[in-house]
């Protein structure tokens, strides 16, 4: 038995997991929350003897983000737009005068950098939420209100959009809490 075929078993295929697997299935199917079917071939790992290794067929990602691939593009928008921003925030901010307030709005700059960032990687993940269009609204309505805000703090200095950072930080709990679903 080689290593693969040992893993296997240990997983999926002994009688405890496949108890656990079945029982987990009959609950979701009973309260209503079942992933989205895919045809049967794709859905099947192809054992690769020679490398030792587990592929999937390119067919199988595309049944896997089906209609919600927008968010896979936005995605990609979302994560060339944080790039743009922290080089942007950094160029701009390092010419301030005052030592305090280059600090303080780079730690602005910093956070909302890094939300943007983490949430355009969270959306390339939104095909396989149960409720793709409900959970990815909320995570991009949340980017643009916490970072946007974050972003408009940390380049003006202004504080009057600072409760919209509030509002996309409850839109982006929201978003996370919808996975649960």
């Not at 959970?135 to 209100?145: C, P, R, V, Y």
């Amino acid at each position: 038995m080689s290593m693969a075929e040992t893993l296997d078993y240990l997983i999926v295929g002994n009688p405890v997991s496949q108890l656990i697997i079945l029982s987990a299935n009959a609950f979701l199917q009973s309260i209503g929350l079942l992933p989205p079917k895919c045809p049967m071939e794709d859905t099947l790992l192809v054992f690769q003897p020679s490398s030792h290794s587990f592929v999937r067929s390119h067919s199988s990602l595309y049944c896997l983000a089906g209609s919600h691939y927008h968010f896979v593009r936005l995605a990609g928008i979302g994560g060339a737009s944080a790039i743009f921003m922290g080089a942007y925030c950094k160029y701009v901010l390092r010419d301030l005068d005052s030592v305090r307030e280059q600090l303080d709005s780079q730690a602005f700059a910093d956070v909302a950098n890094r939300i943007h960032f983490l949430h355009s990687f969270a959306l390339m993940a939104m095909p396989l939420a149960h409720y793709p269009f409900l959970t990815g609204a909320l995570m991009i309505t949340g980017t643009l209100f916490f970072s946007g805000s974050m972003y408009y703090r940390a380049l003006t200095g202004e504080k009057w959009m600072q409760p919209y950072a509030t509002v996309g930080g409850f839109c982006l709990m929201g978003a996370w809490l919808s996975l649960v679903l």
